[in-house]
T-cell receptor, first 116, second 109 residues
């Protein structure tokens, strides 16, 4: 069982809606990540938070807005999304920044988003 | 050249056989290497880290070749439950892990 918990597991939203995806981990990890995965494609990095500060934004459109309220929580706020944003959104955490040995990523089960 | 490349497969292998995958990476400064497996409609799960000297975990062996910039995964005595997509993951900069496209493996009874 994963120790990274994501909610909701499924989300359907219209293009004018505002919704949020939530992620929580209690492993004491200091880095948290959002990845986006389309069918039959690998996960693509969106954002990295390291010690609760945004350290990487992979040129993600502003309709995706991340937030890290504390070291255990990570949110992804969604607004004015497009149908092509439909995907599996994966949250991950790691003990240290992933560029350092020991920085294995541990994933949540994902939130499957459908934008109508 | 892509940052991380894998043969997408599919690899269809009889049960009990040995199968190997390679993954090449472009950044010679990369320090962290991992193999993940992903089952259909599930999240990726860490299979094993890859260490410079090579490492083994049961039926799985991972190797790193820095000179040629590739990592490999060998699965011995393959089981039906090994059917999955195997993702090579490499750090291409601090805090940035990049996934290969994945290799799809099907073990045939």
């Amino acid at each position: 069982d994963t120790e990274v918990t994501q909610t909701p597991k499924h989300l359907v939203m219209g293009m004018t809606n505002k919704k949020s995806l939530k992620c929580e981990q209690h492993m004491g990890h200091r880095a948290m990540y959002w990845y986006k995965q389309k069918a039959k494609k690998p996960p693509e990095l969106m954002f990295v938070y390291s010690y609760e500060k945004l350290s990487i934004n992979e040129s993600v459109p502003s309709r995706f807005s991340p937030e890290c309220p504390n070291s255990s929580l990570l949110n992804l706020h969604l607004h004015a999304l497009q149908p092509e944003d439909s995907a599996l959104y994966l949250c991950a955490s790691s003990q240290v920044a992933s560029g350092v040995p020991g920085g294995e990523l541990f994933f949540g089960e994902g939130s499957r988003l459908t934008v109508l | 050249r892509k940052e991380v490349e894998q043969d997408p497969g599919p690899f269809n292998v009889p049960e009990g056989a040995t199968v190997a995958f390679n993954c090449t990476y472009s950044n010679s400064a990369s320090q962290s290497f991992f193999w993940y497996r992903q089952d259909c409609r599930k999240e990726p799960k860490l299979l094993m880290s890859v260490y410079s000297s090579g490492n083994e975990d049961g039926r799985f062996t991972a190797q790193l070749n820095r000179a040629s910039q590739y990592i490999s995964l060998l699965i011995r005595d393959s089981k039906l439950s090994d059917s999955a997509t195997y993702l090579c993951v490499v750090n291409i900069g601090n805090e940035k892990l990049t996934f290969g496209t994945g290799t799809r493996l099907t073990i045939i009874p």
